[in-house]
Each structure stands twice: as structure tokens, then as C-alpha cells.
């Protein structure tokens, strides 16, 4: 409850004394401009500031997103994801409560977590202790984590099934080494955290113009410094034998629904053409 978290990317260090993050060093992040500022969760949830929203997605009572309010760090949302053969949470929030708790056990609890890339790791170690499950990192990213505990699990495979196959966790690489995306065969959902994210032109989907962008691919976002075209293609040669027609992003309302795999692969071949790369080998992928 006293360990240092970081104001700005909300990850939970192992220590009471911190002077810089890691993370936000790191070129894919930011200090902000006031600098490093500190917190711990006792002192959030002693502000009596905070909560966490529960919301179910409109489509789909099973995908809900929980995200807090005030905005706490970077701000994404979590997903408690409702399955016959149970739950899983994808990705964290840094504000946990008893109260979020409670509404997770009502829910049916979760048998698993996992975490898509550093920039989410968050409290995920805390949330797993107080759920009862493990917390699955990307073992080419071990190095960001920041506070490591017997809940904790690293796995190292391109694949990983969870609740025998009810989800599929998915390495794609590019942002971190070992960035990756959920897959929900059953209902065909992706849920692509910041390994691909769905920028605005992406979430309307009537009558679109040719030539519309529905993602974007990127080293850093906050800094806006693109991937190179090798990776994005190699972020779509991981997703190219997944059948999903919905993407499900790391911020409320980037989502994407119906046909989302063809414009995943038209939104790839358009900003590789527009890197100056017309004859790059992704122009010669097709579904």
C-alpha cells in the first residue's frame, strides 16, 4: 500500500524512495513538464478522489471496461472479460479499491490476468494477490517490471492459451519486444491494447471514403515516432490466421466493429505507403 508509484505512467515500483521511473525515461514515455511526481495507493485511495467505473460494452454485456475517475497515470482501461468457462482480466488500472474488488468477485472473479506491454503493468502484482490469480507478462519485457512476486508468471511463447482456449494471448512485437493482443475466437473480438490502436477515423464505419485509416502503429505515441515498415508487417503476419471482426482498444470508445481484420491490414499497407515504401512485401498481402 506504501510502495512508490509513478504519477505519470502509473507503474508500481518495490520501494517506499524513488527519484526517477524508469518507464518514463524511457524514450517511448514522457516526464511531464512539472516532472516526476509520486503516489502510493494508500494516498489515493485516501483522497476518497477516485473509483473505478465498471461499463459494459453496448454489444456485448460480457466485455466490460473498468477505467477510473478522476483519471488516474496514462488513463487506459482494463477488461474483465466474461466467458462460459470463465473470466479474464486484460490489462490494469493503477486505482484499486475494496470496492473494486467486491464487484470483481460478484462478477465471478477471474481466473487470470494479462498484461500487454509495460506501459500497463501498472498494480497488476497488487491486483493479483487481491483476486487470487496470476499475472501473465511477456517474458522479452521482464526487465520493465518494477516489482516482481510469486503471482507473477512470465511467459515466453509466440502463443498462449488461457481457459483452454476460450482466449488466445498473442505476441506481435513492435512496440515493446513483447507487445501483444488477446484473441477472443467465440466472439471474434481483438483486444489490441497499444500493440495496434484504432485512431479516430476508425471508429465510424458507414460509408467510408477508399483510403481511410482505421490504425496506426507505433514505437511511441506519446512522442509519435512510427514503427518501421518490417515491424508493422510483422505485426500483421501475427494476426493474419486470427478470425476476428472487432478490436477493442486501450481507451474508452476505440473500438472497432465489423470488418476490422481487412481494415487492420488496409490501415498497415496505407502507412507503410505513406513511409515512402510503395513496393514494401505488406503491398503484396491479401485476404
Not at 126 to 146: N, Q, T
Not at 177 to 188: C, H, N, Q, Y
Not at 270 to 282: C, E, F, N, Q, T
Request: aromatic fraction near 12%; hydrophobic fraction near 40%; proline fraction near 5%.
Amino acid at each position: 500500500m506504501d510502495l512508490m508509484i509513478c504519477g505519470m505512467c502509473g507503474v508500481q515500483y518495490d520501494t517506499r524512495c524513488m527519484v526517477s521511473c524508469a518507464v518514463c525515461d524511457d524514450p517511448r514515455q514522457y516526464v511531464p513538464p512539472e516532472g516526476q511526481t509520486w503516489t502510493t495507493l494508500r494516498d489515493l485511495q485516501r483522497s476518497r478522489k477516485y473509483s473505478n467505473v465498471f461499463r459494459k460494452d453496448a454489444f456485448h454485456s460480457g466485455v466490460i471496461s473498468i477505467f477510473t475517475q478522476p483519471q488516474v497515470a496514462i488513463g487506459q482501461r482494463a477488461f474483465l472479460l466474461c466467458s462460459p468457462k470463465g473470466n479474464i482480466l486484460w490489462d490494469c488500472v493503477t486505482y484499486i479499491d475494496d470496492e473494486t474488488i467486491a464487484r470483481i468477485a460478484e462478477l465471478g472473479g477471474v481466473q487470470a490476468i494479462v498484461i500487454s506491454h509495460p506501459h500497463y503493468y501498472s498494480t497488476s502484482l497488487h491486483w493479483a494477490e487481491a483476486l487470487g490469480c496470476k499475472v501473465y507478462i511477456s517474458a522479452e519485457d521482464e526487465e520493465w517490471v518494477m516489482r516482481k512476486g510469486g503471482a507473477m508468471a512470465f511467459w515466453s511463447e509466440k502463443r498462449m492459451e488461457l481457459l483452454d482456449g476460450e482466449f488466445v494471448a498473442v505476441k506481435v512485437g513492435g512496440h515493446f519486444p513483447g507487445s501483444s493482443v488477446l484473441f477472443w475466437p467465440r466472439e471474434r473480438k481483438l483486444f489490441i491494447a497499444d500493440s495496434i490502436t484504432a485512431v479516430p477515423s476508425g471508429v465510424y464505419h458507414v460509408d467510408r471514403p477508399a483510403n481511410t485509416v482505421s490504425f496506426a502503429f507505433m514505437w511511441s505515441y506519446p512522442n509519435m515516432i512510427p514503427l518501421p515498415p518490417d515491424e508493422v508487417h510483422h505485426i500483421w503476419k501475427a494476426v493474419a490466421d486470427l478470425d476476428f471482426a472487432d478490436t477493442h482498444g486501450a481507451f474508452w470508445g476505440r473500438d472497432t466493429r465489423g470488418n476490422s481484420k481487412k481494415r487492420v491490414l488496409e490501415s498497415a499497407q496505407l502507412v507503410v505507403r505513406a513511409m515512402g515504401y510503395p513496393d514494401h512485401s505488406i503491398h503484396r498481402e491479401c485476404m
